[in-house]
DNA sequence: CGTGTAAGGAATTCTGACACG
DNA sequence: CGTGTAAGGAATTCTGACACG
């Protein structure tokens, strides 16, 4: 379930957060999706699962920078 | 592996098959996506291995109604 | 800090059709 | 029959920025 095959639209219909929400967890480098050919960002399902650890986190008072550092959410 | 996720960009990458032939199958009724709001077709990665066998099948002579009929792609 | 939004551009996808054979 | 292509429109996604606080 590795595998980059969804774009963000799909995560956010799977995460229920917004694409802002979703492109600010990568910004922040907690997730790594690969880009497409046009520029696309694509994710797996496991990004899936980590965005919704990672908004789970956050809604319990970490910092996304606690988390890149814990490795809480890094399960590569 | 069901979940419909991906569009058919990313179909064509793991099945090395242009939109066209992917579109036709799916017209043929051979593959089912499901429509997200804006019309884009969603696929799952049991999609992709039905295209591929479906592709397959036609290189081997057969045609899609006799595919359709023989339930040969049709593991749903 | 984490998220919302308006902004403009670029790439994607959709549909129906003509073509070949 | 199965697939290629040019055509125009609609929806998606991207980036950088201003905003709140």
Same mark, same amino acid.
Request: net charge positive; with cysteine.
């Given at each position: ?6 774009? +963000? $639209?799909? %995560?956010? #219909?799977?995460? $229920?957060?917004?694409?802002?929400? +979703? ?7 907690? /997730?790594?999706? %690969?880009?497409?050919? @046009? $520029? ?5 399902? #496991? ?6 650890? /990672? ?5 319990? @008072? ?8 814990? $490795? ?5």
């Amino acid at each position: 379930m590795h595998e980059k095959v969804m774009s +963000i $639209g799909t %995560v956010c #219909d799977l995460t $229920g957060l917004t694409e802002r929400q +979703i492109r600010y967890y990568e910004e922040k480098q907690l /997730i790594f999706p %690969v880009r497409s050919k @046009g $520029g696309a960002h694509k994710y797996s399902f #496991d990004d899936v699962e980590k965005v919704k650890e /990672i908004h789970s986190k956050l809604r319990d @008072g970490f910092h996304t920078f606690e988390l890149r550092k814990s $490795g809480k959410v890094c399960c590569e």
